[in-house]
């Protein structure tokens, strides 16, 4: 399936980092079909990724673009960020819309979704550029990636993105090339190199909270300990737990010294934001009345069942709320950039996550100096070693050292549960839970920036703008399924016109064909069915989701003729 025909490409000049023109240099000089990048979060892989889409595409005239999201919320923020660069995608195709309009560049979906309509998607993606955002989620469970396979093997191009590095944990990511279990990127950018960099990530610090923690074990035990004792891995989880419980006061310390930090970050820059990262919806809820009582300011909540979780992050990420509380919803690609305190208030321990966490805080943002993060965690010796292997690459990076590399490779084990045993855990009961010590000095580094790395504004350090082809679609009517083609005089998209994206202008068109519908229905006493096949017909089209914006405003022009002499 492809576009019927293109236009030349109308030259677009984009700014791209040193890294992002390295990466599409190496992309563009390997003929295989499958691509791996891993660069660090807030690095600009989708500006990589949508660049390299948009010369793919202006090469090969007709190709399709399919992007894959591991979450819903990041299928809206990767069709907005298409837009820049001139290309229309739809994140809301799903597979009973049939083919996909011949207006459209292409769709964003999800690896949940790919499970569902595997079939449905090859179709759409034969012969197309894929982009995979987050590729280890196809590993998450057997069928996404057997899904993955079946949706995607007949594309041309598939260029997979991770933010963090990883290992094969009990099956091969599709489409990845693996050395001794290990996925081996194809083009590879590190925190520490972004941070050597200047004007790309932040340096994140670590203020890591010790506590005494007592609890009753699930066999009935009264268990008391700090994070510096050793403990086998079934008690280091209840400890964890407990610190962590709304009913003790390590927490609500933790969340005052976090609260004052943000206070301070926020004199110098106005609109820094904080986010906690919870448990579970309950905890989230419980964190939030908590900062309300102690600090009267009640923080947005974004939970994964609530479905207005994205519009809430979306209303976040645009304006100067403190506080964000959040359970899974913001762990990985979703930008907001003015994140600038994190709280790690959660009981999953895998490196893999902890990155992905980490990732929120480091994204920079242009005209605010030296902008420092901090990631306020648990003392937990599991938390405490991923950290360090984070500072250590930030402290390469902060002295310029030579021999700086990212040489610690996280392993993308299966969360890790509290408590094993769903029965046994109504027995576990928490004591109590206090801070020791203040937060105030995370490391040795943490009041020290390596002098010339971070200027008031080192943005001017990225490399030179480049053209990158534009994308005008001439959009030739479809055949019809007896052959032949519609009338009608040929029409160019080539951007954003008349107010709206493309697909906001069909979603305006699309509810006015509806009303128009209802009308005729009343007005001519036919069925809604009948209706809609007869304006179908009209306008020369299978279904409404498959039309184009010309086939749109042609149904609405031929249903108010009809109108008019029902």
């Known amino acids: 399936m492809s576009i019927s025909a293109a236009t030349a490409p109308r030259p677009t000049r984009i700014r791209l980092r040193p890294w992002q023109r390295d990466a599409l240099d190496a992309l563009a000089t390997t003929d295989r079909a499958d691509f791996l990048t891993v660069a660090t979060p807030g690095a600009g892989k989708t500006t990589f990724a949508l660049t390299a889409a948009v010369q793919d595409l202006a090469e090969h005239p007709g190709r399709r673009l399919v992007v894959v999201a591991p979450t819903q919320h990041l299928k809206h923020q990767w069709a907005d960020a298409a837009l820049a660069f001139g290309l229309h995608l739809e994140p809301k195709w799903s597979a009973r ?17 790919v499970a569902t309509s595997a079939r449905a998607l090859a179709a759409v993606a034969r012969e197309a550029f894929v982009v995979f955002d987050e590729i280890h989620h196809a590993g998450d469970d057997r069928t996404w990636g057997e899904s993955v396979l079946t949706a995607f093997g007949g594309a041309a191009r598939r260029l997979s993105l991770s933010g963090t590095p990883f290992r094969s944990d009990t099956s091969a990511i599709p489409f990845v090339d693996y050395h001794l279990e290990e996925a081996r990127a194809d083009y590879e950018y590190g925190y520490g190199e972004a941070l050597a960099d200047g004007g790309v990530v932040r340096p994140v610090y670590f203020p890591r909270i010790n506590g005494f923690m ?19 891995r079934e008690l280091a989880n209840q400890r964890l737990r407990t610190a962590l419980s709304l009913e003790g006061e390590w927490l609500p310390t933790v969340l005052d010294q976090a609260h004052e930090r943000l206070r301070d970050l926020r004199r110098s820059h106005s609109e820094a934001g904080g986010l906690i990262i919870a448990t579970d919806q309950a905890h989230a809820q419980g964190i939030a009345d908590l900062l309300e009582r102690r600090h009267r300011v009640r923080p947005v909540v974004a939970v994964s069942d609530d479905p207005t979780a994205s519009e809430r992050i979306a209303r976040f990420a645009e304006g100067d709320d403190p506080w964000i509380v959040a359970v899974r919803m913001v762990s990985e690609g ?4 003015r994140l600038r305190i994190a709280v790690f208030a959660t009981t ?10 980490v990732g929120r805080v480091v994204r920079w943002t242009r005209g605010v100096p030296r902008q420092k993060a901090y990631f306020f965690v648990p003392d937990d010796p599991r938390l405490r070693l991923h950290a360090a292997n984070i500072t250590e690459a930030r402290r390469h990076s902060l002295r310029r050292r030579a021999d700086r590399t990212e040489d ?3 392993t993308a084990e299966p969360d890790e549960p509290v408590l094993d045993d769903e029965e046994q855990m109504s ?17 040795a580094d943490t009041e020290r920036d390596a002098g010339g790395v971070f200027g008031d504004d080192p943005d001017g350090e990225l490399g030179e703008p480049i053209d990158v082809p534009g994308l005008d679609l001439v959009l030739l009517p479809p055949p019809l399924p007896g052959g032949g083609r519609v009338g009608g005089s040929v029409g160019t998209i080539t951007g954003i016109e008349g107010g709206g994206s493309l697909r906001q202008r069909k979603l305006v068109l699309r509810d006015a064909n509806a009303d128009l519908a209802r009308e005729l229905v009343h007005a001519t006493g036919w069925s809604h069915p009948q209706v809609n096949a007869e304006l179908n017909r009209l306008a020369g089209i299978r279904r409404i989701s498959e039309a184009t914006l010309e086939q749109l405003e042609q149904r609405l022009t031929a249903g108010r003729r009809w109108l008019r002499t029902a």
Request: hydrophobic share 40%; proline share 9%; charged share 20%.
């Open 427 to 443: 027995l576990f009961s928490v004591i109590g839970a206090v801070s020791l010590g203040e937060a105030g000095a995370p490391d």
């Open 334 to 337: 979703v930008d907001v950039p």
């Open 214 to 232: 007592e609890w009753v074990a699930p066999d009935g035990q009264v268990v008391s300990s700090t994070f510096d004792d050793e403990l086998p």
């Open 408 to 410: 610690d490779l996280p």
């Open 97 to 113: 819309d049939g083919s996909l309009p011949a207006d459209m560049h292409g769709v964003v979906t999800t690896y949940q979704q």
């Open 348 to 357: 999953t321990t895998t490196e893999l996550f902890f990155r992905q966490a």
